[in-house]
């Protein structure tokens, strides 16, 4: 219980949504923000409460206008499936929610207006949170998709891919829909920074990616994935070819055939520890 008393501490406001309740207060919306924080702040423990159940290292939650953002420090390398349970458990609180308030309006202790506003509300957040935009969740689900297929590297590219067609679809959709709404386009350029800052800091992803594989707690891999590479491939070119989930046996070709394998564990030590960044896989079979 203490564990969970603590896990509030970590619990912030974002200034975008403090813009959106300073705009709803001077506009006399009060109960709107209300029930945006309640709807908000629920739906944030769903992910942060899974994700603590599965002792993830916590270091902020942040309350958005849409859901939220918790930070962890497991870059990518817990099971796919806690991902999921973690990044789903915000959406599913929006059920029981909704159950609540209509068990509420049928014994009359809430009014018909209220009801249809937290309607609106609880089923306007799911809906947005769900588009497979960056960093909703439905980006992340997107993110989840891409890594059962391809390396860390291209799932992470594709995600930020899909992320601008369908914020771009999106803001066309705001732009001939509700133009003249200021917290609409708050969102959008909120949505617009988080792209463009995961854009630049992509490589600085995989690093942390490969770092956390390398020095982090070892997870349980689902699947053998082995890597036939040449040997003159360089090191960084074949860890970019690592995949969340996967543990991967390279397999060392000269010519076709087969000359080497090594553990993935070989490359990452000699990357991060050896510091030979610009070395081939050739160049470490012949040292070992």
Not at 50 to 63: E, G, Q, T
């Amino acid at each position: 219980m203490i564990n969970y008393i603590q896990l509030l501490l970590k619990v912030h406001i974002h200034p975008v949504l403090w813009i959106i309740i300073a705009i709803s207060v001077l506009t006399a919306n009060f109960k709107t923000v209300l029930l945006l924080m309640l709807i908000i702040f629920i739906h944030e423990m769903g992910h942060a409460i899974s994700a603590h159940f599965f002792s993830w290292r916590i270091k902020s939650v942040m309350l958005l206008p849409f859901g939220g953002v918790a930070e962890v420090e497991e870059h990518g390398n817990r099971p796919l499936k806690e991902e999921l349970i973690v990044v789903i458990s915000g959406p599913l609180q929006h059920i029981w929610l909704q159950a609540t308030a209509f068990c509420l309006w049928k014994f009359g202790l809430v009014s018909v207006a209220d009801y249809e506003l937290f309607t609106f509300y609880n089923l306007s957040i799911l809906l947005f949170n769900l588009l497979p935009i960056w960093p909703l969740d439905g980006g992340k689900l997107l993110f989840i998709l891409f890594s059962c297929f391809r390396s860390f590297q291209k799932a992470h590219r594709l995600m930020l891919i899909f992320s601008i067609a369908f914020l771009s679809v999106y803001i066309i959709a705001v732009l001939f829909l509700a133009p003249t709404q200021l917290n609409l386009w708050i969102i959008i350029s909120f949505l617009i920074f988080c792209i463009v800052t995961e854009y630049r800091q992509r490589m600085y992803a995989i690093i942390r990616f490969l770092l956390e594989r390398y020095y982090g707690k070892q997870t349980d891999f689902h699947q053998l994935k082995p890597l036939i590479v040449n040997e003159v491939d360089s090191i960084y070119d074949v860890l970019l070819q690592f995949q969340r989930g996967c543990k991967h046996p390279i397999i060392i070709e000269k010519d076709g055939k087969k000359v080497s394998q090594l553990d993935e564990n070989e490359l990452l030590h000699a990357y991060f520890i050896e510091k030979r960044t610009t070395s081939t896989v050739g160049e470490l079979v012949y040292t070992y």
